[in-house]
């Protein structure tokens, strides 16, 4: 599977706009970009996904750059209950065999 | 709509004994995950099953662990005999099919002493 990288660790204010960063160099064309988050002692929960065109839902904006290389997760405000491990990961399409492959992830803190 | 269901929440055993895990996806749901957690790393896929046949267990060390879901239906993961090394959160996800979404059930702490 292609590999992603995120930086360790992001902090931000309540109730501004938070950018994650994902660089994934090596994605191929049919590789779907899909965004995964951790809160403290739960299971990871679907966040947003795309493949070529920014994508928008009620939990986030998923902004994709032209070449693919590289993402941004986009909550517009955040709140207090964001703050959670978040993973970018790459997902093939296509069925068959599609166990998720986590990294580290970003850990997002939130300061009241 | 009830999420994934998974028991017991915690489990601590001694090592070389035997444990077991269930999980009872969401109603409809045909393909299952189960991924192991050890503290401080992401999730890292154990098995998938799509109803009741095994799709990928590439990853599953079958020395020690198995994992069946006869009906298509609840799934159980076991291990034995445990290892220290097999201290981790073990989640189960299920998806309404495969390429979809999973939705991930809240785990089972392990801890072999």
């Known amino acids: 599977d292609a590999k992603t990288t995120q930086p360790n660790s992001m902090e931000s204010n309540e109730e501004e706009p938070v950018h994650l960063p994902c660089n994934h160099s090596t994605i191929s064309g049919t590789d779907y970009i899909h965004w995964y988050r951790q809160l403290p002692s739960q299971g990871p929960e679907y966040v947003i996904h795309g493949l070529t065109s920014n994508v928008n839902n009620r939990m986030a904006s998923l902004a994709i750059a032209e070449d693919r290389k590289s993402s941004t997760l986009i909550l517009h405000r955040a709140t207090l209950r964001d703050a959670a491990v978040y993973y970018c990961i790459l997902r093939r399409s296509g069925g068959g065999a599609d166990g998720l492959t986590f990294g580290k992830g970003t850990h997002l803190i939130i300061q009241p | 709509e009830a999420g994934v269901a998974q028991s017991p929440r915690y489990k601590i055993i001694e090592k070389r004994q035997s444990v077991a895990f269930w999980c009872n996806p969401i109603?409809?749901?045909?393909?299952l995950y189960w991924y192991q957690q050890i503290l401080g790393q992401g999730p890292k896929l154990l098995i998938q099953f799509q109803n009741n046949g095994v799709v990928d267990d590439s990853q599953l060390p079958k020395d020690r662990f198995s994992a069946e879901r006869l009906k298509g239906v609840d799934s159980t993961l076991k291990i034995q005999p445990a290892k220290l090394e097999d201290s981790a959160v073990y989640l189960c996800?299920?998806?309404?099919?495969?390429?979809?979404?999973?939705?991930f059930g809240p785990g089972t702490r392990l801890t072999v002493t």
């Open positions: 996800a299920s998806s309404l099919d495969t390429s979809l979404e999973q939705y």
């Open positions: 109603s409809g749901h045909a393909t």
